[in-house]
């Protein structure tokens, strides 16, 4: 069955970008959408954004400015990217894939990845 | 945009059944029918356990339903299990802008 596994630095520093990747198994990353939420301590889920079509892409409006999922699809993986990280980005990252096609019908998740922003 | 309104807490006794609700807008929740439910337990991944609004994923449990009126999206578990115990969060697609909103999350005690 499909799996995700996200990797990336679990400590980033204050202004520098963030950057996360998200590896799919048992199954193709060329169909469904893929996105991207998180979770900040103690708190609740927040929708990143999703890719999907192998390049269209939809964003949070308020994380637009700072946001770029993009997909490899020769190494069945997409990437998460967020640019000038500040404390309130610290959060358990995770990715998933929607079974629905209307993009929020998150069905597979990855076990999730803290991040924490910090000097 | 923002988050779609859910109670902070509910509870219930075991056997009881229980609903939390979600309220949102005409441009999300009240548009189509698109509301998403996920289950999380503590230091777990949440898990899908409706989609579109009513549909039920394979081995999800038929004790849990979904349902829609206006802008108010529902779940309802019915015959409570100690195992139920966990944050709930609803989910929508929303129309203007084409993004996801989540709400604030419930947390559901039984008793």
């Known amino acids: 069955q499909v799996q995700l596994q996200e990797s990336g630095p679990g400590l980033v520093k204050p202004s520098e970008t963030l950057a996360l990747t998200c590896t799919v198994s048992?199954?193709?990353?060329?169909?469904?959408?893929w996105s991207w939420i998180r979770q900040p301590p103690g708190k609740g889920l927040e929708w990143i954004g999703y890719i999907y079509d192998i390049g269209s892409t939809n964003y949070n409006p308020s994380l637009k400015s700072r946001v770029t999922i993009s997909v490899d699809t020769s190494k069945n993986q997409f990437s998460l990217k967020l640019s000038s990280v500040t404390a309130a980005d610290t959060a358990v990252y995770y990715c998933?894939?929607?079974?629905?096609?209307?993009?929020?019908?998150?069905?597979?998740w990855g076990q999730g990845t803290m991040v924490t922003v910090s000097s | 945009q923002s988050a779609l309104t859910q109670p902070a807490s509910v509870s219930g006794s075991p056997g009881q059944s229980i609903t939390i609700s979600c309220t949102g807008t005409s441009s999300d929740v009240g548009t189509y029918n698109l509301v998403s439910w996920y289950q999380q337990h503590p230091g777990k991944a949440p898990k899908l356990m409706i989609y579109?609004?009513?549909k039920r994923p394979s081995g999800v449990s038929n004790r849990f339903s979904g349902s829609r009126s206006d802008n108010t999206a529902s779940l309802t578990i019915s015959g409570l299990q100690a195992e139920d115990e966990a944050d709930y969060y609803c989910?929508?697609?929303?129309?203007?802008?084409?993004?996801?909103?989540f709400g604030g999350g419930t947390n559901l005690t039984v008793l």
């Open positions: 989910c929508s697609y929303a129309v203007s802008g084409s993004y996801v909103v």
């Open positions: 048992g199954g193709s990353i060329s169909s469904h959408y």
């Open positions: 998933t894939r929607d079974t629905s096609g209307y993009g929020n019908a998150f069905d597979i």
């Open positions: 579109e609004g009513t």
